[in-house]
């Protein structure tokens, strides 16, 4: 059996799409990204439409089942007569015209230009829980599944191996279609199931549920960790420890210390920008830190690290990324070398956060922290590691860069992670 052109393959409004779903980036209220953050989100925009455009065929096509033709002259004429109201300034003006004379979709290419011009306006995050919209598109779904063979009654399926976040299932749910979604990564599975499976069945339900059993966890989690956290004495509560690992100077006598950080900015939106000044000591070849609070860019020196290369702030000399490596394997991967920089904390007075610079207090809260650790490997019940325990992949550099840090002992001795972290605990290490 030939089947039609679909309409993905003969045309789509690209531009008014893509403005759609750069637009989406600020969308916050009601949007799957603000469910988990996944570092290769799909614009939902872009996927309905191209879903759309997928599962429709090109009316214009000579294949093309007359009774999708029909549904759809029908559901656009309908548009053009009742819902000129939801649609945006670009299409109108083709409806409007067709309002005045409905013949013009007698022209297939007409038709097929009003059916893309519904596919941008519904690619619009303000329209995808519109009545009209959702109806018009899950008929249209519907019909051309049918059309083309599908089983009366049946729904297209639309089969994603590598899901992701989400947004191909979601849209294509959101369309008419049934959806078959995995991934290899066991956090993606999850966050589909929750987004397809358990979001549709609970609904409100599962809203509350995890917002009483979030709150809970937080709860337990302060009471737990609130003496690692200890309050300031303006009552400001520190929420993140800033570290660097350190490396020494291999210039000709400098021997400096180098704080390796790539950026020395804290914060960089607006009137809330903070970034770090470097102090010389040079008596002790040290580097210490200033906070600059709304600071431009004028006020900021680069970092102390370009291509995994360490820039001594002293004398100016660049330390190559072996050497660097070679230095941070001796330092347990630079962890027994950190120190800490900065301190992120919450002030309950002003509703605001900020950074000030860590103090010898800071430094004792984690020391007291690996003694916590050392203390509950040693009574640990459960089987699974308070630690990683697994073993060192020896993948390409590009993918698993543990071994170029000091970690590459573990795939010649084949000793587990746990054990090496263990050792780096007992050399006072704070940031493991």
Wanted: hydrophobic share 40%; net charge positive.
């Amino acid at each position: 059996m030939k089947y039609p052109k679909r309409l993905i393959e003969v045309d789509l409004p690209i531009k008014r799409i893509s403005a759609h779903a750069r637009r989406e980036k600020s969308i916050r209220h009601g949007h799957i990204s603000t469910l988990h953050i996944w570092w290769a989100r799909r614009p939902l925009a872009a996927c309905r439409a191209v879903i759309c455009a997928s599962l429709w065929p090109d009316p214009a096509d000579d294949l093309c089942p007359d009774i999708f033709r029909k549904v759809a002259r029908e559901q656009m004429t309908r548009w053009a007569k009742n819902n000129l109201h939801l649609l945006s300034e670009d299409s109108r003006s083709r409806f409007v015209a067709i309002s005045k004379d409905e013949q013009k979709l007698d022209d297939l290419l007409e038709l097929r230009a009003a059916l893309l011009d519904f596919i941008a306006d519904f690619a619009n995050w303000d329209n995808s829980t519109v009545p009209e919209y959702l109806e018009t598109s899950r008929l249209l779904t519907q019909v051309a599944h049918e059309a083309l063979g599908g089983e009366p009654g049946s729904r297209p399926l639309v089969v994603d191996p590598f899901a992701g976040g989400g947004a191909i299932p979601l849209e294509a749910l959101r369309v008419g279609a049934d959806a078959f979604a995995s991934d290899l990564n066991p956090v993606a599975v999850l966050l589909n199931k929750v987004v397809l499976e358990y979001i549709p069945k609970y609904g409100q339900k599962l809203a509350d549920e995890v917002r009483k059993w979030g709150q809970w966890i937080k709860e337990q989690a302060e009471k737990e960790l609130a003496e690692f956290y200890p309050k300031d004495p303006d009552g400001a509560t520190p929420i993140a420890y800033l570290w660097a690992r350190v490396i020494q100077c291999e210039g000709p006598g400098c021997g400096a210390e180098i704080p390796m950080m790539r950026s020395l900015w804290l914060a960089k939106k607006g009137k809330k920008s903070t970034a770090l000044r470097l102090v010389h000591d040079h008596d002790s070849k040290k580097i210490n830190f200033e906070i600059i609070k709304n600071s431009t860019a004028n006020d900021v020196l680069t970092g102390t690290v370009a291509r995994g290369s360490a820039i001594c702030p002293f004398c100016g000399f660049t330390t190559s990324a072996k050497s660097v490596q070679e230095q941070l394997k001796n330092a347990k991967g630079g962890a027994s070398s950190a120190r800490l920089i900065a301190v992120r904390r919450d002030d309950p007075k002003s509703g605001e956060r900020g950074f000030r610079l860590a103090t010898d207090v800071d430094v004792q809260v984690a020391a007291g922290a690996i003694q916590k650790l050392k203390i509950n490997i040693q009574a640990k019940k459960s089987e699974l590691s308070l630690v990683p325990d697994e073993k060192v992949n020896p993948l390409p550099h590009s993918v698993n860069r543990l071994p170029m840090y000091g970690m590459r002992d573990l795939e010649k001795n084949n000793l587990p992670i746990k054990e090496y972290y263990k050792k780096a605990i007992d050399n006072q290490s704070v940031t493991c």
